[in-house]
């Protein structure tokens, strides 16, 4: 039985840390708007009047905003299916950037307020022809570093997020393995009905934060 499942450090901490300090002579614009983004992100989760239960719908509507000014899902949709993209109708493409999206997104946020201990030092980008990777890493507890890379591309006026990697685990490269096995070995249809048959439970995932989620 095929399982959808990816490193749940991955999720849990494409955005859940604290802030941190970079070189000045090695910020530029990608690692600036990362940076803005997730001191946005979270000023709202420290904010005392946006705390408790009652306000749950309240901040994942805050965050998912700007999640989407940092990320562009619809990149990591295409990318994700890989070849199979090119055989999807206009519709089927949109369907499907529309479930992958809601799949990050609802993983992330399920474990968001369970990461928000860490820290992260920016430490350079690189930056090549509408491309750049910000290299950073993770201060976790005891003394542990976790080194996580964010893909970056110009659209616009902006730097967008199409992929991330912790010690060399790419986020769209382990979803495209999982996908692209889940096509071959039955349909694509498969792979959206167990997208859309999955979506409850991201709402209240049985996985652990350091337990991968799968689709049964």
Do not use: C
Request: zero cysteines; a positive charge.
């Amino acid at each position: 039985m095929h399982k959808l499942s990816t490193p749940a450090g991955l999720l849990a901490l494409m955005l859940s840390f604290g802030l941190a300090s970079v070189s000045a002579a090695e910020a530029g614009a990608p690692t600036d708007q990362l940076r803005d983004g997730i001191e946005r992100i979270f000023k709202i989760l420290g904010d005392p009047d946006m705390n408790g239960a009652e306000k749950t719908s309240q901040r994942k509507t805050a965050v998912t905003r700007i999640a989407a000014e940092i990320f562009d899902f619809g990149e990591m949709s295409k990318r994700t299916l890989g070849r199979h993209w090119e055989q999807r109708t206009p519709a089927e493409r949109q369907d499907f950037a529309r479930l992958f999206t809601q799949l990050i997104q609802r993983t992330y946020f399920s474990r968001i307020d369970e990461h928000g201990s860490e820290k992260t030092v920016f430490r350079s980008e690189t930056v090549d022809r509408g491309h750049a990777v910000v290299r950073t890493t993770l201060l976790l507890a005891r003394d542990v570093q976790m080194p996580l890379d964010y893909s970056m591309h110009s659209v616009g006026d902006r730097w967008r997020v199409y992929d991330l990697s912790i010690d060399g685990i790419s986020l769209v490269a382990n979803y495209r393995a999982q996908f692209n096995r889940i096509i071959r070995s039955s349909s694509y249809a498969d792979l959206v009905t167990r997208l859309k048959s999955r979506q409850a439970e991201f709402v209240e995932p049985a996985a652990s934060p350091s337990g991968p989620a799968s689709t049964r």
